[in-house]
Nanobody, 116 residues
């Protein structure tokens, strides 16, 4: 299993970023996926999940109005569109395999810094 996140960076409050996660080494199109994040000095926080055929998406309640999870199974890629970013969104963002009883493997992460 290999998950490689990209698209992070420095953005001003109110800005947008779109993260990507390139997946390989497993049957991506048959796997539910999630995004999680870890802010400095804090634990891992679940952000959003999407079912294998994109028929259902799930969000942390306080993020659902600003973040959108999506996927392209033809490209083996998971996405996270983040709008109206806030300083509290600063974290390392990881894509992860979503298992029935928790999270499986995740990537190395991509840093998102929201600062003026």
């Amino acid at each position: 299993v290999l998950l490689v996140e990209s698209g992070g960076g420095l953005v001003q409050p109110g800005g947008s970023l779109k993260l990507s996660c390139a997946a390989s080494g497993f049957e991506f199109s048959n796997t539910d996926m999630s995004w999680v994040r870890q802010a400095p000095g804090k634990g891992l926080e679940w952000v959003a999940a999407i079912t294998k055929a994109s028929d259902n998406t799930y969000y942390a309640e306080y993020l659902k109005d600003r973040f959108t999870i999506s996927r392209d199974n033809a490209k083996n890629t998971l996405y996270l569109q983040m709008n109206n970013l806030k300083t509290g969104d600063t974290a390392v963002y990881y894509c992860a395999i979503q298992l029935s009883n928790g999270l499986g493997e995740r990537g190395q992460g991509t840093q998102v810094t929201v600062s003026s």
